[in-house]
């Protein structure tokens, strides 16, 4: 009998240690699962907000033609043009970046950092932006010096000063001036 109970009391014990063991490996699988939620999330929130700059700018300059075509020079309208063309554009590379992003994510892309004109890159951004600062009179300059370079991956920082820029916008009052420059 001593033996018996010696057995049972260890094979409770084995029984318990297992059930702690599933228990942590459950609570490791929701912790998984809680933080691929958050990831997708943050995915849905950027993918969101990183759409509506371009399509704000789209819908900025098409009011500005649809409103006012007779009271806007040929080349004002032309200019317009560009912008929602460049917006498209962009808005393309925006999508394509962020399935880009996603496979980065899973280990199917590499991160591509490369020697980059920064004025360039921020001139990208202001052209997709300026349609929602024409919406409030708001001016954009840029002060970025044409011969300074970085290493970034190109995309990632457009990404980047498109939603600094978009949020810029969204909290200048009209009639204000966005100054995007560099120390």
């Known amino acids: 009998p001593a033996q018996r109970r010696l057995m049972e009391a260890f094979a409770n014990q084995g029984a318990q240690a297992i ?58 309208k032309r200019q317009y043009v560009q912008y929602i063309q460049e917006s498209s554009r962009n808005m393309l590379n925006l999508v394509n970046s962020l399935l880009d992003w996603t496979r980065i994510q899973t280990g199917r892309i590499p991160f591509a950092p490369s020697k980059s004109n920064l004025s360039t890159i921020i001139g990208r951004s202001v052209k997709m932006i300026s349609g929602a600062g024409l919406q409030k009179n708001i001016r954009i300059l840029e002060e970025i010096p044409y011969d300074l370079f970085v290493f970034v991956d190109q995309n990632l920082l457009l990404q980047a000063v498109n939603n600094l820029l978009s949020n810029a916008v969204k909290f200048t009052n009209p009639g204000g001036t966005i100054t995007i420059g560099c120390a």
Do not use: V
């Not at 969101?48 to 009271?71: V, W």
């Open 19 to 76: 059930e702690r063991a599933q228990l942590e490996e459950q609570n490791r699988q929701i912790a998984l699962l809680q933080s691929a939620e958050k990831l997708q999330n943050t995915l849905l929130n950027s993918i969101s907000h990183d759409l509506r700059t371009p399509f704000s700018s789209i819908l900025g300059f098409t009011d500005l033609l649809l409103a006012h075509p007779n009271r806007l020079s040929d080349e004002e």
